[in-house]
């Protein structure tokens, strides 16, 4: 991974959870891609991301997202936020994310909110 930035893994149910760490910007956004990319080849479809501890995130990095959301909920499957720091929220706020992508208080309830629906 790039310096400054971290992505770790781990499996709830059906939905796979990337926590980042750092700073998601034009250097680090093909990491964060890469993960993406490997997950959605093994089949994944419901991808919760754990914002708690990113620090910043560039216009390369929302781009990440919106790369994989149509891909995803065509399969019945999305990205959703969890956690975001306030900074890093008002990025995706100001800039209309809002309207695109779920964000929620927690990581928890952004997992859950994938259960709810099965």
């Given at each position: 991974m790039a310096d400054g930035f971290r992505?770790?893994?781990e499996k709830r149910d059906s939905v796979v959870v990337l926590r980042l760490e750092g700073f998601l910007d034009?250097?680090?956004?093909a990491?964060?891609?890469?993960?993406?990319?490997?997950?959605?080849?093994e089949g994944e479809t419901c991808l919760?991301?754990?914002?708690?501890?990113?620090n910043y995130i560039s216009?390369?990095?929302l781009g990440v997202?919106?790369?994989?959301?149509e891909?995803?909920?065509?399969k019945n499957g999305d990205i959703r936020i969890g956690g975001l720091i306030p900074k890093v929220r008002q990025v995706f706020e100001?800039?209309?994310?809002?309207?695109?992508?779920?964000?929620f208080n927690t990581v928890d309830e952004a997992v859950e909110s994938f259960q709810s629906e099965r």
């Open positions: 992505i770790y893994e034009a250097h680090t956004a990491s964060f891609e890469n993960a993406i990319q490997k997950k959605v080849e919760a991301v754990d914002g708690s501890k990113l216009s390369a990095g997202f919106m790369s994989f959301i891909e995803l909920r065509d100001i800039l209309g994310f809002t309207e695109i992508l779920q964000l």
